[in-house]
């Protein structure tokens, strides 16, 4: 049973993400899934904070992060998160072009719930985008709205 289909209330999601083709993406398969969800878009690191620590601003469920940001990168963008007691509960799921071995152990010493390397094939990558929606808007249970 395809249980987030069901969800009385959409998940609330912040992309952090500065390629507009990959937003694109993301926004389509997201509505393509047929999951209630409302996505706020943060172009770089700055913005993101902004976002997150905008006063009376209801914070996203989950968040989808890019490590490679102008201005403020992906890794500090985790750091903040993941040491700001309002925020640490946040899944934080990175999404990356890097396969280094660094940017990933980092991500995990900072704490991000998980790292997904985007495929360079537009197939694959629909793919790891529907897959990321399974999973964290289906199956995993996401922290109450604040």
């Not at 009376?56 to 990168?73: C, M, V």
């Not at 750091?79 to 396969?99: G, H, N």
Request: negative net charge; contains cysteine; charged residues 30%.
């Amino acid at each position: 049973m395809d249980r987030g289909i069901h969800r009385l209330n959409p998940v609330d999601m912040l992309l952090v993400e500065d390629n507009p083709g990959d937003v694109l993406l993301v926004k389509e398969v997201f509505r393509e899934s047929g999951i209630p969800h409302r996505m706020q878009v943060a172009e770089d690191g700055e913005e993101a904070m902004a976002i997150l620590r905008a006063p009376g601003e209801t914070l996203p469920q989950i968040i989808l992060l890019d490590l490679n940001l102008p201005r403020k990168s992906g890794l500090e963008v985790l750091s903040e998160i993941k040491q700001d007691d309002r925020l640490k509960k946040i899944p934080v799921v990175v999404v990356t072009t890097s396969m280094s071995r660094r940017d990933i152990l980092q991500s995990y010493e900072r704490h991000a719930n998980c790292y997904i390397t985007k495929p360079v094939d537009f197939d694959q990558f629909m793919n790891v985008l529907r897959s990321i929606g399974d999973f964290w808007l289906t199956v995993a249970t996401l922290p109450e709205r604040q």
